[in-house]
Nanobody
Framework: VQLVESGPGLAKPSETLSLTCTVSGITFDAYNIGWFRQAPGKEREGISCISSSDGSAFYTDSIKGRFTISRDDAKNTVALQMNSLKPEDTAVYYC??????????????WGQGTQVTVSS
């Protein structure tokens, strides 16, 4: 299984960035997929996920109303659009297949992640 996160790495506060997670080696449309992030000096945390069955989305309070998750099963990708970025969104962002929807236990080893820095 390969998980590859990508996206532009730098934004100013209030700007928008979009990240992409590309997954190979699994039956992609059968899996709930989650986005995680790890800020400097902090543990990795799950922030959003999307269901394999009906596309339902879950967001933690820290990003609710600002971030939007979506999936394209034809391309094996999950996107995370991040609006109204704040400096506290600065982190390395990861994706992974989940054990269950809205439960951030993960199925696979981690990819490299993609750095997002929000700074004026």
């Amino acid at each position: 299984v390969q998980l590859v996160e990508s996206g532009p790495g730098l934004a100013k506060p209030s700007e928008t960035l979009s990240l992409t997670c590309t997954v190979s080696g699994i039956t992609f449309d059968a899996y709930n997929i989650g986005w995680f992030r790890q800020a400097p000096g902090k543990e990795r945390e799950g922030i959003s996920c999307i269901s394999s069955s009906d596309g339902s989305a879950f967001y933690t309070d820290s990003i609710k109303g600002r971030f939007t998750i979506s999936r394209d099963d034809a391309k094996n990708t999950v996107a995370l659009q991040m609006n109204s970025l704040k400096p506290e969104d600065t982190a390395v962002y990861y994706c992974n297949a989940l054990l269950a929807f809205a439960y951030f236990g993960t199925r696979e080893s981690w990819g490299q992640g993609t750095q997002v820095t929000v700074s004026s």
